[in-house]
């Protein structure tokens, strides 16, 4: 089974600190993706990355920023979290082909911002 | 950002009750996907449907793939109180470089 895991399930911080929320697949994926999922929005697309330093914005991109060393791991990082970023933050990973087009997704973060 | 058309955004059922859900979109998919997320859970991905007009069933679950490649819908027959969540749709155009695009959801409620 594939499996993501996401570093932490709850996160409490302060306004103004650095965040990094940290992602995991073991299934050699080469696309990652961090939503963030609010009640009634939806899952919005942050920012993605199809391969190793390459990356994507996606649809509400201001804030936040993301770093993939390693194609197994891709962070996301909060420069400097505020109230409105407090919220449900889902990694997701899905490989690369034509038959690979399924994501498959963390058990999520939930972030509030104090 | 664009997104998926997901109608109803809630549902309030007896058990043993069908349940359909739909969505569109202005953009035509290569891929529809259905996902259910449990409570403070990630969404898990339930069906995945591939070509135009493709029938695709998973125990209770149906669900299909337009014709037009601009929608989907999922039926879960003979509902029962774990069927409770948030079910996403979810449409991809594949190609290198592109995300998924999620609906915002239908919350499903069962009463017993």
């Known amino acids: 089974d594939v499996k993501v895991t996401q570093s932490s399930r709850y996160l409490v911080k302060r306004t103004g600190e650095k965040v990094f929320l940290e992602c995991v697949q073991d299934?050699?994926?080469?696309?990652m993706f961090w939503y963030r999922q609010d009640p009634g929005l939806g899952l919005r697309l942050i920012y993605f990355?199809?391969?190793?330093?390459?990356?994507e914005k996606g649809d509400i991109p201001e804030g936040y920023s993301v770093s993939r060393e390693k194609k197994e791991r891709f962070s996301l990082i909060l420069e400097s979290a505020s109230t409105n970023q407090t919220s449900m933050y889902l990694c997701?990973?899905?490989?690369?082909?034509?038959?690979?087009?399924?994501?498959?997704f963390g058990q999520g973060t939930r972030l509030t911002v104090v | 950002g664009q997104q998926l058309n997901q109608s109803p955004q809630s549902m309030f059922i007896q058990e043993g009750e069908d349940v359909s859900m739909n969505c569109t979109s202005s953009s035509i998919f290569n891929t529809w996907l259905w996902y259910k997320q449990d409570p403070g859970e990630g969404p898990v991905l339930l069906i995945a449907l591939y070509k135009a007009g493709e029938l695709t069933s998973n125990g209770r679950l149906t669900a299909q793939f337009g014709i037009t490649r601009k929608d989907s819908f999922l039926n879960i027959s003979a509902s029962i109180p774990s069927d409770v969540g948030i079910y996403f749709c979810?449409?991809?155009?594949?190609?290198?470089?592109?995300?998924?695009?999620f609906g915002k959801g239908t919350t499903l409620s069962v009463s017993s």
């Open positions: 990355s199809y391969d190793v330093k390459m990356k």
């Open positions: 979810a449409g991809q155009w594949f190609q290198a470089g592109t995300a998924l695009i």
């Open positions: 997701a990973s899905r490989g690369g082909g034509l038959m690979n087009t399924e994501a498959f």
């Open positions: 299934m050699d994926h080469e696309n």
